[in-house]
Every structure is written in C-alpha cells, then in structure tokens.
C-alpha cells in the first residue's frame, strides 16, 4: 500500500477517536503536572494506556465484564511487579507465573490474550518503578489509572459486528512445550536481567515474552515482523526519557505517539511494535542515566531478549500439527 493513499483513506472518524483516546489517556499525566504530582499520574496513565491498546475492538457480549476483568489483572499483575525485589525469589515465583499465564492466553486465544500479555509486560516493567511513597500508593494510582481505561474503552472504541467464535483449549505436547519455552524464557531472561544495568533490566524478559508463540514458525515470523519495529521503539523510549525535566512535552509526545498507535492499527506489526513500545518505556519514575545512554541500555536489553526467544525455538514445536491452536483470524476475534 501507498503510505500518502494509506493515510488519506483514514477515515474521520477513526481519527476523531484516536485523538480522543490520545488525550482520554494521557488525562491523569497532565493533571499529575498541573497538581505538582506528575510522577503519579503519569502511573495512572500507563495504566490507561495498557487497557485501552489491549482491545482493537471491543466485545459484543460481557463487554464491561470483559474489560473490568483486565482492569483487574493489570492492577494485580502491576502491583505484584511493585512489591516485589528484584533478584528475590518472590520475583522469579511471580516472572515464571506471569511467563505461563501469557503462554496460556495465546493458546486460548480471544479477548484476554492480549490483556494477559500486556499484564504480564506490566509485571515486569513495576519491579523496580516504586514511587517514594511506597508499593501501596503505586497499586492504587495504577488501579485508578485502569478504572478510568475502561471508562474510555467503553465509550470510545468500537465494538466487534462480527460473530465471535469461542476456542477450546486442549492440553497436547505442543502446549506443554510452549509453556516450558516461556517458563525457560521468563526464568533465564530475568536471571540476565538481575545482572544487567538501567532503570529497566526487566524489559529484558519482558522483550523476549512478547514476541513467543506457540509454534517455531511463528514465533521467528513475530520476530521478523516486530524485532525493527520493539527495537526502535526500545530507543526511543529511552531518549524520551531525557525529557522528564520537561514533563509537558514528555507527555504531549506520548499521547502524539499513541494518536499515531492508533491510526496504525495492530495488523501493521512493525508500526504498532514501535509505538507500543516507546510509550510503555516511557512510562519510568527512575531515569538513572542521559537519554543516549538510556536508549542503548534498552536497545542492548531488546537484542538479549531476541536472542533468548530464538534459543527458545529448540523447546518448540513446528508449524503443520493437529493440536496446534486455531488461528486468531479463524476464530474473528481480533487481535495484534
């Protein structure tokens, strides 16, 4: 496709709302910087920001359930990240628990496939962002952060008119080695992610986890689509993080990213990886470091994390069997 006719057969609509969610998400940032309290809203935020991208469309039927539920798993998964250590073994229980409950929402497949992930990146991405004010007070400003996603998720994004076909999971030595993968994956990547510098080593595992997939062929296609597209996000990320100073403009190029996030759209992998990833990375409480130096920690961290899903691909199964799950597309429920 044309990238000039591309865009300009994005419809009005679709950039009405994209700017709306844009600003919606970005809402409890600004008025974190207005009140003095930018660190604060800017956990709200994500939060937000985490919900809303996790549905492309929305259900036709529980759709506040279903939403209500992911807002619950991200505040859970966030919170766990915020109270627990890095290095302690509280933390490699819970990243190995995270790892297999990401692997069970692929196999499974529908809504909650990709709240799990990004619950799971949510995990990861809180060990180590505890404001001063403690665990507590990070839990509640998240949970507030995805209450008020769902509020705009509810009103703004648009709602699946296709029929929704259920898939049935059944247990089969390609799941059960897809959730030894992620396990090895999770526990490995986090052990390198405790010996690793920056205010973010557990993007290390978290980059590994995105881009696993249940069969050999289609995690090296994950990769191949998304590894551009994670890694640019990855330093870009990290040189957004050099205007913290300036939380206005910090905040107002996360929101213009998302708008663009949005207009993408998730079957543009490479896009919609970049953007997913520079704005979840710009989400920190704690840069440690000059902005260059930030985007190539998370560059160096991105490429580690690639290399351990490919070390992966000895553990899973190939493409071609009977208990390979159905495609997302077979089941017509959206996903990214």
């Known amino acids: 496709m044309d990238?000039?006719?591309?865009?300009?057969?994005?419809?009005?609509?679709?950039?009405?709302?994209?700017?709306?969610?844009?600003?919606?998400?970005?809402?409890?940032?600004?008025?974190?910087?207005?009140?003095?309290?930018?660190?604060?809203?800017?956990?709200?935020?994500?939060?937000?920001?985490?919900?809303?991208?996790?549905?492309?469309?929305?259900?036709?039927?529980?759709?506040?359930?279903?939403?209500?539920?992911?807002?619950?798993?991200?505040?859970l998964f966030a919170s766990v990240?915020?109270?627990?250590?890095?290095?302690?073994?509280?933390?490699?229980?819970?990243?190995?628990?995270?790892?297999?409950?990401?692997?069970?929402?692929?196999?499974?497949?529908?809504?909650?496939r990709l709240p799990i992930a990004l619950s799971a990146l949510a995990f990861f991405l809180s060990v180590g962002q505890v404001p001063a004010s403690g665990p507590v007070f990070y839990s509640l400003c998240f949970t507030l952060g995805a209450v008020w996603g769902v509020f705009l998720a509810r009103l703004m994004l648009p709602v699946n008119q296709q029929t929704e076909v259920g898939v049935s999971l059944k247990m089969?030595?390609?799941?059960?080695?897809?959730?030894?993968?992620?396990?090895?994956?999770?526990?490995?990547?986090?052990?390198?992610?405790?010996?690793?510098?920056?205010?973010?080593?557990c993007w290390l595992p978290a980059a590994a986890l995105r881009?696993?997939?249940?069969?050999?062929?289609?995690?090296?296609?994950?990769?191949?689509?998304?590894?551009?597209?994670?890694?640019?996000?990855?330093?870009?990320?990290?040189l957004l993080l050099g205007l913290s100073p300036l939380p206005w403009l910090h905040a107002l190029i996360a929101g213009g990213m998302l708008?663009?996030?949005?207009?993408?759209?998730?079957k543009r992998y490479g896009g919609w990886s970049f953007c997913l990833t520079a704005i979840a990375l710009a989400f920190n409480l704690t840069p440690d470091a000059s902005a260059v130096n930030m985007a190539l920690n998370r560059s160096l961290l991105t490429i580690v994390g690639m290399c351990l899903a490919l070390l992966a691909l000895l553990i899973l199964v190939r493409n071609g069997r009977r208990d390979v799950a159905v495609k997302p597309q077979d089941a017509q429920i959206p996903t990214e």
């Not at 069969?215 to 689509?225: A, F, L, M, P, S």
């Not at 708008?259 to 998730?266: D, E, H, N, P, V």
């Open 211 to 238: 881009v696993m997939k249940p069969t050999r062929e289609q995690t090296v296609y994950r990769i191949k689509t998304r590894s551009i597209g994670t890694l640019a996000g990855a330093a870009t990320g990290g």
């Open 172 to 201: 089969s030595s390609l799941s059960l080695r897809f959730a030894a993968g992620m396990g090895i994956v999770s526990l490995v990547g986090s052990v390198l992610a405790c010996l690793s510098g920056g205010s973010h080593p």
């Open 81 to 112: 990240g915020g109270f627990v250590t890095l290095g302690s073994v509280s933390f490699f229980i819970f990243a190995l628990l995270a790892a297999l409950a990401q692997g069970l929402g692929e196999l499974k497949q529908g809504y909650f």
């Open 3 to 75: 990238p000039v006719s591309g865009i300009s057969s994005i419809a009005p609509e679709k950039i009405r709302r994209a700017a709306l969610l844009a600003i919606g998400v970005m809402l409890p940032w600004f008025i974190g910087i207005v009140s003095g309290y930018a660190q604060y809203g800017s956990i709200a935020s994500f939060a937000s920001y985490l919900l809303v991208v996790s549905f492309p469309i929305l259900p036709t039927r529980h759709c506040l359930a279903i939403l209500g539920l992911s807002a619950l798993l991200f505040s």
């Open 259 to 266: 708008f663009a996030m949005q207009l993408i759209g998730a």
